[in-house]
């Protein structure tokens, strides 16, 4: 079996918290004055932040399409086609049922999409614990369980300096 994820949480857990298993990771887009760049790929978390706080301009986000999902499902069932994709919160991005639509375009393979509810860390420690019993040869279904578990046992705070990217980005209303 192989784990996907997206970038919903490559920037916010160090690599060496992850066990010695691939990752296949999703990238989503963020344009910034008007270039685009591949989450994880073009530029990482320091570079991203260095170009915010030097421009006045907000940053736009894309998830990954349904096709970057399956593209990414069609090369690893070539190897193994027993894939566990692990992604961001339904409730804050489309990229779940992207990499579900994703699932349904690959026929080849046995895709088990499944919605963490969270983003950042505690999506990385998911996926983490999720690479760790595999690595224990789990099967899939306790696998699901355990990220379920890790998901309900987890309680995420996050802080901002500045409310003006959720305000942008529409996330929270002017007002509030």
Not at 46 to 52: D, M, N, R, T
């Amino acid at each position: 079996m192989q784990i996907v994820t997206d970038t919903g949480m490559d920037m916010y857990l160090p690599p060496e918290l992850m066990p010695e298993i691939p990752i296949h990771i999703v990238p989503h887009t963020i344009t910034l004055d008007g270039k685009s760049y591949r989450s994880g790929e073009d530029i990482q978390a320091e570079e991203l932040q260095k170009l915010l706080m030097a421009t006045p301009s907000f940053p736009v986000t894309s998830q990954p399409s349904a096709g970057d999902f399956a593209e990414v499902y069609r090369k690893l069932a070539v190897a193994d086609p027993d894939i566990l994709s692990i992604q961001m919160s339904s409730g804050l991005s489309g990229t779940y049922n992207a990499a579900r639509l994703g699932a349904e375009m690959v026929s080849e393979a046995n895709i088990t999409v499944v919605d963490t509810k969270t983003l950042c860390a505690a999506l990385g420690w998911q996926v983490a614990a999720a690479a760790r019993a595999l690595k224990a040869g789990w099967p899939v279904d306790k696998i699901v369980a355990l990220v379920e578990r890790i998901g309900t046992a987890t309680e995420s705070m996050y802080t901002l300096d500045d409310l003006k990217y959720l305000i942008h980005g529409g996330r929270i209303s002017h007002m509030r």
